[in-house]
C-alpha cells in the first residue's frame, strides 16, 4: 500500500545548527602560552580530537599526531613544537592539562598534569618490569615446560 501525496503530513525541518547554537555553554575557556604562543582551548572536546586519538594509540605516523593536535591548538602544532624542542614527556603534560581543562575549566594546574604523566609512565614501566602475565605464563606451559603445582615434594 502505497501513500497518496495527500495522507503525507507536512514537518518543520529540524535545524541542528540552530538548536547547538542555542545549546551552547556559555563556559569559561583556559589559554596558555607555549614557546610565544597563546592557546586558547575550545570548551568541548572535538569528535575529530576524540576519533584521532583513538588512531594515535595504534599508529607510528606524525601525521596522525599532527591532525589530532590541530583539532585543539590549530594546524603546524605539531611541528611548531617539535622545531622548538619539546620532548615526548612535555607534549604528554600538555595533552593531559588540555584535554581536562576543556572538559572542566580550571580543573588542572601544569604541575597536577606533570604529576599525573609521570605516574602513568612509572605504570607502564612497572608492568612492563613485571615480566609476563599469567596468561602469557600458561601459553608457554603449552609448549613442553612442566607445570608447578605449588605443592610441596
Not at 52 to 71: G, I, N
Not at 78 to 87: E, F, N, Q, Y
Not at 94 to 107: D, Q
Amino acid at each position: 500500500m502505497t501513500e497518496s501525496p495527500e495522507q503525507l503530513v507536512e514537518v518543520e525541518s529540524a535545524d541542528f545548527d540552530a538548536f547547538f547554537a542555542e545549546q551552547a555553554p556559555a563556559r569559561p575557556r583556559v589559554t596558555f602560552t607555549l614557546y610565544g604562543r597563546e592557546y586558547t582551548l575550545p570548551d568541548s572536546l572535538p569528535l575529530l580530537f576524540t576519533l584521532k586519538m583513538e588512531q594515535v594509540q595504534h599508529s607510528s605516523d606524525p601525521d596522525d599526531v599532527r591532525a589530532m593536535l590541530a583539532t585543539l591548538f590549530g594546524e603546524g602544532a605539531l611541528d611548531t613544537w617539535a622545531a622548538h624542542g619539546m620532548t615526548d614527556r612535555q607534549l604528554g603534560v600538555v595533552l593531559i592539562y588540555s584535554a581536562a581543562n576543556v572538559r572542566k575549566p580550571g580543573s588542572m594546574t601544569m604541575q597536577r598534569a606533570a604529576e599525573l604523566h609521570d605516574e602513568q609512565e612509572a605504570a607502564k614501566e612497572g608492568k612492563a618490569a613485571q615480566g609476563p602475565n599469567r596468561a602469557a605464563r600458561r601459553a608457554s606451559r603449552k609448549k613442553g615446560k612442566p607445570a608447578r603445582s605449588g605443592a610441596r615434594s
